[in-house]
T-cell receptor
Framework: AQSVTQLGSHVSVSEGALVLLRCNYS??????LFWYVQYPNQGLQLLLK??????LVKGINGFEAEFKKSETSFHLTKPSAHMSDAAEYFC????????????FGAGTRLFVKA | DAGVIQSPRHEVTEMGQEVTLRCKPI?????LFWYRQTMMRGLELLIY????????DSGMPEDRFSAKMPNASFSTLKIQPSEPRDSAVYFC???????????FGPGTRLLVL
């Protein structure tokens, strides 16, 4: 069975500091991995996705994530946080384990301090 | 394209009443998903359709919940009878393929009193 674990339900950084949101997954087959962002009172929107091409994936708003198979990780980073990055971030995995299914992590809420 | 459209955006009802949530997916998308989001349980997949056919409804909580997709441009999620524990934000999403990006609607915020 596949699963997604996001370490830390809340992360707080100062404006201009590095953002690191952690995601670990388990899947018995090669997965598709996604990061979505949710702003207050809105639906989720895609930040970036990994689909077995380059292991370093660049997304919107300066975010990127690196797929590390040996660590089963797909951590999200941004070199310099901006106030507008404050939101909830979800890691998701899609894989074919007897039928395709997408599992979302519990989410990490990012706070950015001025 | 206008994106995924959901209605109503907010719904307040009393316990025991029937609630119907509506979704219009992005044109051309073959997959449609219904999710429920709560503070306690996070984002849960309830059911998804491929070409209007329900594929996996293992996330539907109980028989009080039902979902239909009569055509490629419309889906409903019905709760009958509703209970206070059904209070949540319900999202509809659509995608071109099961491994593809899911595009979410703005959600319906349901409060059952």
């Amino acid at each position: 069975a596949q699963s997604v674990t996001q370490l830390g339900s809340h992360v707080s950084v100062s404006e201009g500091a590095l953002v690191l949101l952690r995601c670990n997954y388990s899947s018995s087959v090669p997965p598709y991995l996604f990061w979505y962002v949710q702003y207050p009172n809105q639906g989720l929107q895609l930040l970036l996705k990994y689909t077995s091409a380059a292991t370093l994936v660049k997304g919107i708003n300066g975010f990127e994530a690196e797929f590390k198979k040996s660590e089963t990780s797909f951590h999200l980073t941004k070199p310099s946080a901006h106030m507008s990055d404050a939101a909830e971030y979800f890691c998701a995995v899609t894989s074919n384990t007897g039928g395709f299914k997408t599992i979302f992590g519990a989410g990490t809420r990012l706070f950015v301090k001025a | 394209d206008a994106g995924v459209i959901q209605s109503p955006r907010h719904e307040v009802t009393e316990m025991g009443q029937e609630v119907t949530l509506r979704c219009k997916p992005i044109s051309g998308h073959d997959y449609l998903f219904w999710y429920r989001q709560t503070m306690m349980r996070g984002l849960e997949l309830l059911i998804y359709f491929n070409n209007n056919v329900p594929i996996d409804d293992s996330g539907m909580p109980e028989d009080r919940f039902s979902a239909k997709m009569p055509n490629a441009s419309f889906s409903t999620l019905k709760i009958q009878p509703s209970e206070p524990r059904d209070s949540a934000v319900y999202f509809c999403a659509s995608s071109l393929g099961i491994q593809e990006t899911q595009y979410f609607g703005p959600g319906t915020r349901l409060l059952v009193l």
